[in-house]
């Protein structure tokens, strides 16, 4: 199979209306059998979940490819760091043994497809603040957790440095392993997910200096903060997720008595503070498949899953949290034209879009990856 190291005509496929793209698509899975794994996350739009064989969050899809068995290619319908988390996964060294050798292809039907998040840390940055940290507290105390919505150099740099990927699913038991490790944690890039998930555990804001890497010196903190720190929390967060409100949740509990508000732990502490439940996009789903009908909910996630939680669920009364539209505008990026030209692609014997983590970087994060997954099996 040749690898294309140009992007390749793309503009026939926007013409094209979705019966023609699903038929298009439909066959050439058909004729690619097993050796295709298309995997959608669960904020995809509902034309690009219909194709997906697989659908999960974050920690369920990382498992999936680490699993994966005889396919050949990997599409994956979602942002660019889980496609790098599943070449690095799918293609570790055993894997890449059983296989002989052979490198399976990972695909994200759009390069756009990043996340904002992942984005607020930069490997640089972090590099530089663990190393100022390092001039006020023992590094050797500190266990660098990144959300594994961050670049795979930040995974790489917490495989090197004793340290973890945490998802939302599993950030408690993470944190809970990387405290037996050592004393303290730098938790990136998420601070929303890093102070809620250690407010649950008794840990307190006045022990959660926030590192702003935009500051000169010490990411705007003093030393004495630092040195009283037990989770040093990064200046990132997720911009589909901080704008939910706790004005939202007091506005649904007084218009609609007996609603439960449900939502992920990327929302800001004032939000996830006052709801009833607060966990992963697969607790939020699990939650409302378990309630019984006539349940009423507020939901504080992406667009696209609750709105797919209320087509699935009529039987439940389902409201998005947000009167704004609060969609993860590069998880929509990929849609059926993207997706039918990169699956015909692979019928032609062409890998397009292939995401490569090189070797290094792959190394060390597998070390950080596995330690998760190890953790939370
Ligand atoms: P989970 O899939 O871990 O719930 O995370 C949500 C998210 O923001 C993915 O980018
Ligand atoms: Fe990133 Fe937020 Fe989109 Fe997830 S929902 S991919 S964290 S911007």
Redesign the pocket.
Known sequence: MSIALEPLPFPPYRELGNDELNARISAAKQELGSRLLILG???QQDEVIAHADLNG???QLSKMAADSQDCRSIVFCG?HFMAETADILVNRPEKLEERNGHRVGVVLPDMAAG?S?ADMAAIRQVESAWKQLGEVIDTEDLTPVTY??SAASLKAFCGRHGGIVC???NAKAVLEWSFAQRKRVFFFPDQHLGRNTSLKMGITNDQMPVWNPHEEEHGGNTEQAIRDSRVILWKGH?S??QMFQADHVQSFRKNHPGIKILV?P?CPQEVNDIADISG???KIIETVRAAPAGTKWAIG??LHLVNRLKKEHPEQEIHFLSPLVCM?AT?YRIDLAHLCWSVENLVQGTIVNQIIVREEIAKWSLVALERMLKVSK
Do not use: A, F, R
């Open positions: 996350h669960h904020y969050d974050s920690y942002v996340c998040m594994i919505n998802t939302s699913s997720c589909v997720h992920h990327e992963s996009t697969s996630t992406e993860c998880m």
